[in-house]
């Protein structure tokens, strides 16, 4: 049940009306928007937004309220501090919503309330610490901006992108297509949450754009044309780039600012963001090129088809759970760092088999050795901390004595951690992890001295975060102050002890943290020995057991409060010469965040290898023009963890020039799209360095995975499914080459059935025949088996099934060959049709099939029954041709005998085909 909320607004019935004339007055906004009102103690929403909370947050619109009266009035709903903070997560990382917060500088009756903070998915700096604060960021936040041009008669696009958790700026400029394939492919790579565009901009084009990134789920927010100005992109770049050792410290020596578009894009996203008034982000920056080269393409219907990610909830963001997925699967991270790494690597297959064999070096030694990887994953890598996101802090001067004391503890725990590899003997080890890991740790030595010289390290092991008292005489006389009073709160135990005639230490404790100080704490099983004992003072009850005080315990602890708030005040300048000599090891400590995060990430692949139903192998990875795809007994990963599924695997087999199309047949639900999409899963696994759900895997480089599985309505969008399939193919036609592999399911739905049979067709010929990638086609067109026929690398499988009285048994073993029946009917009895439906839908197959289920001597066997068919074909068009070129000025008799001696030769054929439908007739 939903936890009510406070139902009293305070604003008398004037305050109510001006409030409300205020509310009404404010310039119109998108569903998508959601405005909140700081009241200080609690926040409103109203009108829609009041009704939407309501039932997002309480689950009903009961809690809403009118307040104002006619002609002024609206519904309004209260949400306290846990409630926003909650909501506001959702929306942004969830939803993907823009919220506006605004607050009151006037009285209650003068409404002079202003527009103070503002977020969007792309945009959340304003709201860092309170979506981030006590949460480990388990997503990248990134947004971009887009600047489309003409250089002749080429398309350019300009893109850049922010990743602000890793200060990274990430551009570059490239050719397009009508269709925008290559930004799509782009947009799947860095999984943005928002993209910039110029207000306007060319109609035809926007909308196309807009249709992009509407499929990808990326918020799109509109500019004003002169904020893609890069007049000023030099100057802002000055200011936010942390050049390196030896390099021209002048933003107009770098390569990436010839890129004229980029640049534009980039002014966009530094005035978007507001990054240039923010002093923690000056000479923080870096700036990349993006080499799209480096990764095998994928486009949306890809990341969708195969299942690469989950659809996530406020909790799965933050947390990292979420439902079955490839992602989820792979996701046994123990590091914030190596969540967001994973999540960016299943988005980015590596083309590059060197880089890709490093990876699998690296698996196999940790797959090999139980003892490494078990210590990695259930000890040593539980205790880093989120380095990259205490780096930024470092940067930016805000972190805190913890956050410093965080990363002392991690840094003198690395050695440890490096002593696990003493006895792993791989190359690939050394050079990604020990060595640079090594190095890294001796830059941060001072660091540490620094750290142990300034901070009270036994305090911070207990939760306080206390300056050295040696550093100051009024230092020194509050921390003797503090011991002494710590004394007293100790010596309190053994009095409460003896009162409640129980243990001190083991059934009564002293304890203490942030929001209560000290307490005294017993467990629920002692709760009775507090009852009717008026001296103490009961704080709350919990699984833990009873936190209660005793009438001094009260006092002495407000006077140990007292006394280190003092303490706290009186560091303050110390803690800030801490806090900036620590700013200088930054970079070193995100270095050290991004070599932890990658080990993280393969010790992951390990452990979900060695975990699965039937353990991963190490697929071999061949250069692209070896032309193989290989899969032995290939399983889908997500279908052969679900309870009670005893997985049925499948063998695919493509070497260029012998096969490289597959052409599949069979029932629904035989099982023709797990399989397909088996492929598709194995290959990206294989690609970013895990190991595969096979028993043997052989696959040369790939240079995209392109998909069209399912329907998938758009009709909020303004799309059909029939048009949906028409752009999803149309890319794959313009981006696939030999090196591609393909995933086609069930193409041609949702026009006629002789128009669908033609497209298909059509697309599966130029597939095989012109650009000759891996393609796996799944079909109940049974015509386009033929093509088997007529291209001699094309092949033809089938999903198996029984029929046995009356009784459909899916098989789920793709077998050579095609599918001779069709099973519609079978599994619509699986349905529970009524009988009578399913016997009128047996006579209107009888009807529609035209024959095409005549059994005649050798229908029996599907390829010998397509050769009599299609010889019998060649000979009635024969027929309709000589009746055609007949002479027209001969007698009707004489054409009847003509036309009956053409029968004869036919018959005389002994066609079985051409004989079954001579009897029919």
């Not at 107009?252 to 990054?275: G, H, R, V």
Request: with cysteine; net charge neutral.
């Amino acid at each position: 049940m939903a936890v009510q909320p406070n139902q009293q607004f305070n604003m008398d019935p004037s305050g109510q009306q001006s409030f409300v004339r205020f509310f009404k007055n404010l310039p119109e906004k998108l569903n998508t928007t959601i405005r909140f009102f700081n009241r200080s103690d609690y926040y409103t929403l109203h009108g829609n937004d009041a009704l939407f909370a309501a039932q997002e947050v309480f689950k009903t619109t009961s809690v809403c309220k009118m307040i104002g009266a006619d002609p002024y009035k609206t519904e309004g709903v209260i949400l306290n501090k846990n409630h926003f903070e909650s909501f506001i997560r959702d929306l942004l990382l969830v939803k993907q919503y823009r919220i506006e917060v605004y607050v009151n500088q006037g009285s209650a009756k003068n409404q002079n309330w202003v527009l103070e903070y503002k977020a969007s998915p792309g945009n959340l700096t304003q709201f860092e610490d309170i979506l981030f604060g006590n949460n480990d960021v388990a997503v990248s936040v990134r947004v971009i901006a887009v600047k489309l041009g003409m250089e002749g008669k080429s398309r350019i696009i300009g893109l850049s992108c922010v990743d602000t958790t890793a200060t990274l700026f990430s551009v570059c400029e490239f050719q397009d297509n009508e269709s925008f394939s290559n930004l799509e492919s782009l947009i799947v790579t860095l999984a943005p949450k928002e993209c910039l565009l110029i207000q306007g901009e060319g109609s035809y084009e926007f909308q196309t754009l807009k249709q992009l990134m509407e499929r990808n789920n990326v918020m799109i927010t509109t500019r004003k044309k002169n904020e893609f100005s890069s007049e000023s992109v030099v100057q802002d770049l000055n200011t936010l780039i942390k050049f390196k050792k030896g390099q021209q410290q002048n933003a107009q020596s770098l390569p990436e600012i010839n890129l004229s578009f980029a640049m534009s894009a980039t002014s966009a996203l530094i005035k978007y963001l507001d990054l240039t008034s923010d002093e923690g982000n000056l000479n923080q920056y870096s700036i990349d090129q993006i080499k799209q080269s480096r990764y095998l393409k994928l486009d949306s219907a890809a990341i969708k088809a195969l299942n690469i990610e989950p659809r996530l909830d406020t909790s799965s963001i933050l947390n990292g759970n979420a439902s079955s997925s490839i992602l989820t699967l792979l996701d046994k991270c123990r590091t914030p760092q190596g969540h967001r790494l994973l999540a960016q690597w299943v988005r980015q297959p590596l083309k590059d088999l060197s880089l890709i064999k490093e990876r699998h070096d690296i698996v196999e030694a940790l797959v090999n050795s139980n003892e490494v990887r078990s210590n990695l994953s259930e000890d040593h890598l539980r205790r880093i901390p989120d380095l990259q996101v205490l780096a930024k802090k470092l940067a930016r001067k805000k972190a805190t004595l913890q956050d410093c004391f965080k990363i002392y503890i991690c840094i003198s725990h690395l050695p440890t951690l490096l002593e696990q590899f003493s006895n792993v003997n791989v190359v690939a080890i050394k050079t990604m992890f020990t060595d640079p890991l090594s190095d890294l740790i001796k830059d941060m030595d001072k660091y540490q001295q620094m750290v142990e010289q300034t901070i009270d390290l036994d305090s911070a092991g207990k939760g306080d975060f206390l300056v050295r008292a040696e550093f100051d005489d009024g230092l020194k006389e509050l921390k003797n102050t503090m011991d002494e009073m710590e004394r007293k709160l100790q010596a309190q135990l053994g009095k409460v002890a003896d009162d409640l005639s129980i243990e001190a230490g083991k059934i009564l404790k002293l304890e203490s943290n942030q929001q209560f100080g000290y307490y005294f704490r017993v467990t629920l099983k002692e709760e009775k020995v507090l009852r009717n004992k008026k001296q103490y003072i009961i704080l709350d009850s919990n699984k833990s057991g009873v936190r209660f005080r005793s009438n001094k315990l009260n006092d002495l602890n407000d006077e140990y409060i007292s006394a280190r708030d003092k303490y706290t005040i009186e560091q303050k300048k110390v803690v800030a010469e801490i806090i900036e000599i620590a700013a200088g090891y930054s970079s070193t400590v995100k270095a050290i965040g991004n070599i932890l995060a990658s080990l993280d990430v393969l010790t992951s692949f390990a452990s979900a290898a060695i975990s699965a139903n039937k353990p991963y192998v190490r697929p071999e990875m061949l250069p692209s023009e070896v032309g193989e795809f290989k899969l032995i007994q290939v399983r889908h990963p997500c279908l052969e963890i679900q309870e009670g599924i005893d997985y049925i695997a499948n063998d695919i087999n493509f070497k260029r020039g012998e096969c490289h199309f597959c052409i599949i047949t069979g029932p629904n639900m035989g099982g023709k799209s797990t399989y397909i999409r088996s492929a598709g899963v194995t290959a990206l696994m294989a690609h970013i360095g895990s190991f595969v759900p096979c028993n043997q895997a052989k696959i040369s480089l790939l240079d995209c995975i392109l998909a069209r599985v399912g329907a998938d309505d758009s009709q909020l969008k303004g799309l059909s499914t029939f048009m949906i399939e028409m752009i999803e193919t149309a890319a794959i036609l313009k981006t696939a080459t030999c090196n591609s592999l393909v995933l086609i399911d069930e193409l041609g739905r949702g026009t006629s059935t002789y128009e669908g049979c033609g497209i298909a067709w059509s697309i599966a010929e130029y597939l095989a025949r012109e650009i000759k990638c891996y393609c796996l086609f799944a079909t109940h067109f049974h015509e386009i088996t033929k093509l088997e026929e007529e291209i001699p690398t094309v092949r033809n499988q089938h999903v198996t099934a029984l029929v046995d009285d009356k009784k459909l048994t899916i098989l789920y073993k793709v077998k050579p060959g095609i599918c001779d029946q069709s099973f519609g009917i079978h599994v619509a009895k699986m349905a529970n049709f009524p009988q009578d439906i399913i016997e009128f839908a047996k006579h209107k197959q009888a009807e529609l099939e035209d024959y095409q289920d005549s059994v005649f001597e050798g229908s029996d066997n599907p390829q010998k029954k397509n050769k009599i068919i299609k010889e019998a074909e060649v000979l009635i068009a024969e027929f309709i041709d000589k009746c055609k070129n007949l002479d027209k000025s001969l007698s009707n008799t004489e054409l009847e005998d003509k036309i009956s001696t053409f029968k004869k030769e036919i018959l005389s054929r002994e066609n079985p085909y051409i004989k079954t439908l001579m009897a029919a007739s």
